[in-house]
């Protein structure tokens, strides 16, 4: 077991999202039976969301609700343990954090499993909700990612301004 874990059950988080989704799948397979596909995901949505903001704000926990840019910056490598995931940092500061993934690991894992079309309520949807229950003054930004078929995901976390927008940003992809 890699030294990177997420102190929450001790399992890397990539470990953790594949046995995620192979509990969940026979699950969703049994409600698109039940309701159909359309009603299916937005239960998965739905659940995997209030599992990501309960996660966020265990990880605020942490650092005793102490959360900020850089305590953010700072768990970072929980998510790229193990080769998750392949990046350039190009920004990261008390204010934004910006990075480019060329390559995710989690795609491939969910690719690898036939559960392509759940990655991005699996993993991706996560991005946002996470941060919403870690500290809800910083926000994101990210392009379409990996998983939904393009070739990086762009993420740009930014802190809430005092009108509460997010700082715009206008550098280039």
Request: charged share 30%; net charge negative.
């Amino acid at each position: 077991m890699s030294a990177h874990t997420n102190g929450i059950g001790d399992v890397p988080i990539l470990v953790k999202r594949e046995i995620e989704a192979r509990a969940l799948a026979p699950v969703y397979r049994a409600i698109v039976r039940e309701l159909g596909e359309e009603r299916a995901r937005a239960i998965l949505s739905e659940a995997v969301r209030e599992l990501a903001i309960a996660e966020g704000a265990a990880f605020a926990d942490r650092v005793d609700g102490q959360t900020s840019m850089r305590t953010f910056i700072d768990i970072q490598d929980l998510w790229t343990a193990d080769n998750a995931l392949t990046h350039d940092v190009l920004t990261a500061d008390d204010e934004h954090y910006d990075y480019k993934v060329t390559h995710c690991a989690y795609a491939d894992m969910y690719e690898r499993l036939g559960l392509r079309d759940l990655g991005t309520i699996l993993s991706c949807q996560r991005d946002y909700e996470f941060i919403e229950g870690y500290d809800d003054d910083i926000v994101l930004d990210r392009s379409p990612s990996i998983m939904m078929g393009n070739d990086h995901c762009l993420f740009r976390y930014r802190l809430r301004s005092d009108d509460g927008d997010a700082e715009s940003t206008t550098e280039a992809d």
